[in-house]
Nanobody, 124 residues
């Protein structure tokens, strides 16, 4: 069983920054791609960023490229999402998820374990 717990959400002003963390249980964390997704009210869950098990490959949604950075610390079983230059349209519940074993993907269907989510609200 894998448990993912997000933290670090909250309220930020436009142009500000937040750093999300996702702590994972289980010894297999370091073998899997990890991803961040978000879901705004009335919208479908969408891909934000993903990182390979070794951190040598990352992928970002066009809407966050250049503003968000995904990273991971396998020794701490934790994945991070540094969010800079926040915009009101970044407001959503952010979820971390465990992806496949050997490739980076942006598809929701490829992720099997999900956290409960953390709310990010950006005011204008």
């Amino acid at each position: 069983q894998v448990e993912l717990v997000e933290s670090g959400g909250g309220l930020a002003q436009a142009g500000g920054s937040l750093r999300l963390s996702c702590a994972a249980s289980g010894r297999t964390f370091r073998s899997y791609t990890m991803g961040w997704f978000r879901q705004a009210p009335g919208k479908e869950r969408e891909f934000v960023a993903a990182i390979s098990w070794s951190s040598d490959s990352t992928d970002y949604a066009n809407s966050v490229k250049g503003r968000f950075t995904i990273s991971r610390d396998n020794a701490k079983n934790t994945v991070y999402l540094q969010m800079n230059s926040l915009k009101p349209e970044d407001t959503a519940v952010y979820y971390c998820a465990r992806g496949p074993y050997y490739y980076v993907t942006s598809h929701v269907r490829d992720y099997d374990y999900w956290g409960q989510g953390t709310q990010v609200t950006v005011s204008s």
